[in-house]
């Protein structure tokens, strides 16, 4: 068993404390937290449930759902993530309008996914949808920068170095190739096609929330990449 998790951006540090990624994070523990207490009524309420949805009922759980999860390993993997490519992306948008951005991506990933299975009961939740759009707008705009990133096969582990658009153009592609598996036999726990429309929203759309002015003062000589 093998995988890639991203560790951070080694080419650039950020001129703020990511505060907003930072408080996503600790929205999303907190959420975790309640659906420990609430169980499967929680998850219920307040999860995003397809059929429910295109019948014009329970709105609010556009926004809800992408702070819920549905293990220990779903949220800490989401959470990985998150803070490996956030803070920068924060950064050359700056606090508010990353907020707005990471909000709005996670809209869209959900109605995504919605459309792709209106008529589903299952309830669709957690975060990798707005992230998949941190993730969108991370690889156009800093498509050269090193992620520091934790490789490892069964028990050996290594920290390399790897360009964002080889490693987030790789992780997209995963999620197509894996999409359309899941909908060759109709099955699956995955909401491939929340990353696919998250990722596109942050491609196609990042570029409108950033603040080319911060883009224009990072750049400049990478940090040591050793």
Request: hydrophobic share 55%; net charge positive.
């Amino acid at each position: 068993m093998g995988g890639l998790i991203p560790l951070g951006d080694a080419s650039r540090r950020p001129r703020s404390f990511a505060s907003v990624t930072l408080l996503i994070i600790a929205v999303n523990a907190w959420v975790f937290l309640l659906e420990l207490e609430g169980g499967n009524r929680f998850v219920h309420t307040w999860s995003a449930v397809p059929v429910r949805l295109t019948h014009g009922h329970h709105a609010i759980t556009l926004l809800t759902s992408m702070f819920m999860h549905g293990s220990w390993m779903h949220i800490i993997g989401n959470m990985v993530f998150l803070w490996a490519f956030g803070p920068a992306v924060e950064d050359a948008m700056g606090h508010f309008t990353y907020l707005f951005f990471y909000l709005a991506g996670g809209i869209v990933a959900m109605l995504a996914q919605v459309l792709g299975d209106p008529s589903s009961r299952i309830p669709t939740l957690g975060a990798s949808g707005a992230i998949a759009a941190v993730m969108g707008v991370f690889i156009v705009t800093y498509p050269r920068d090193r992620i520091r990133t934790l490789v490892f096969f069964f028990i050996i582990f290594r920290i390399t170095f790897i360009p964002a658009v080889f490693l987030i153009g790789f992780w997209f592609l995963m999620q197509v190739l894996d999409y359309g598996v899941v909908a060759e036999v109709r099955t699956g726990g995955v909401a491939y096609l929340a990353h696919i429309g998250g990722f596109l929203f942050g491609v196609v759309l990042g570029r409108l929330f950033i603040d080319h002015r911060r883009v224009a003062l990072l750049r400049g000589p990478s940090w040591p990449t050793y």
